[in-house]
């Protein structure tokens, strides 16, 4: 059952820092096809100045950190134990970690007077077992955010750890082992095999991560997002819906530390829609999962524990369990502002 959001009291805006950035339209730094299957899909996250659900968000990083240098690559942050590893059930995040974290993250793309600054030092930090939003306007860098806290993106500056594990700069070769093991990834298109049946594509991750295939776990996951008797049919044969719900199976069949969610409900109409949010909020409330969702909607952002709101590529303001309507009213009210 989902849950009913609580309205929320808007903070003050955080202040924000860096030089000014113009207003420019973010290139789509979406995964192609074929960089999911081959990494993403093969799985399939800083303390600033203002809380976020628990979390900290903020424009720059606190006292003391880090913001440059060359950390360890796939090493435990801060002397945390390493995260990567199942523990006979979901990815350990350890203790008192965040899901995901960027610490003072900045991402440029193109250089001279075709310079973009996507993201300009983003601290944020996603806590574990909760849902966090992530909203602003277009070209605002969320999407940028969301792909950088997953490592599918390469950060200009600042530090990403994934699960407590520092990820800043780590090879493809790690990325990927993390990504099978550690993230969970839903995306707008899907992203299935056509050839392949709901139940071949929910296990293709475990198969691609060189793990013991389970045909029980594998149908389990299913019956659990309401496709039980949909094992055998193929994408084509399936309603956008519940394409999207095998997606999310694939995401949740190897226990992710945390799931990442770029505009889940986005080519949904609206009853599916509210399945599909209805399924990931009963994930965090019954079983504790980590989701980070990068969204349009008001009424799904007002789902989460927590929405985030981005302009300019920074973080400028936040709602905790808000209604849909504060939600829309905040998110009009950044679209209204000058550039």
């Given at each position: ?8 009291t ?6 924000a ?56 690559v ?40 075709a ?88 296990a ?11 045909r ?14 949909r ?33 889940p ?15 990931l ?13 990068v ?18 590529g ?7 369990r ?18």
């Open positions: 059952m989902t849950s009913t959001p609580t309205p929320g808007p903070t003050p805006a955080l202040p820092t860096g030089g000014a950035v113009p207003r420019r339209t973010v290139p789509n730094t979406a995964p192609s096809g074929g960089a999911l299957a081959g990494g993403a899909l093969a799985g399939g996250a800083m303390p600033g100045t203002a809380a976020v659900g628990g979390a900290a968000v903020g424009g720059g990083p606190p006292a003391g950190a880090e913001s440059g240098g060359a950390p360890v796939g090493a435990p942050a801060d002397g945390a134990p390493g995260a990567g590893a199942a523990t006979g059930g979901r990815a350990r995040v350890p203790m008192g970690a965040p899901a995901a974290e960027l610490r003072d993250v900045t991402r440029e793309y193109g250089g001279g007077n310079l973009v600054r996507a993201l300009d030092g983003v601290s944020i930090a996603f806590p574990a077992g909760s849902w966090t939003a992530v909203m602003g306007p277009s070209g605002s860098g969320k999407s940028t955010l969301l792909h950088c806290a997953a490592g599918l993106d390469r950060v200009t500056r600042g530090r990403v750890l994934l699960a407590g594990q520092e990820i800043t700069g780590a090879p493809d070769a790690v990325l990927t082992g993390l990504r099978r093991r550690t993230m969970g990834f839903v995306f707008q298109s899907f992203n299935l095999i056509g050839s392949l049946t709901a139940e071949q594509n929910v293709l991750p475990l198969k691609l991560a060189g793990a013991r295939v389970r029980d776990e594998v149908r389990a996951v299913l019956a659990a997002v309401g496709l039980g008797d094992l055998r049919h193929r994408p084509r044969e399936l309603s956008g819906g519940q394409q999207q719900r095998v997606a999310i199976a694939r995401a949740m069949v190897t226990r992710p530390a945390v799931l990442f969610a770029d505009e409900t986005g080519a949904l109409d609206s009853a599916s829609a509210r399945t599909v949010l209805g399924l909020r009963a994930m965090v409330d019954r079983e504790g999962q980590s989701i980070a969702m969204t349009h909607d008001p009424a799904a952002a007002a789902h989460a524990d927590a929405v985030v709101f981005m302009s300019d920074r973080l400028v303001d936040r709602l905790v808000p209604t849909a309507r504060e939600v829309a009213d905040r998110l009009a009210r950044l679209e209204a502002a000058p550039c």
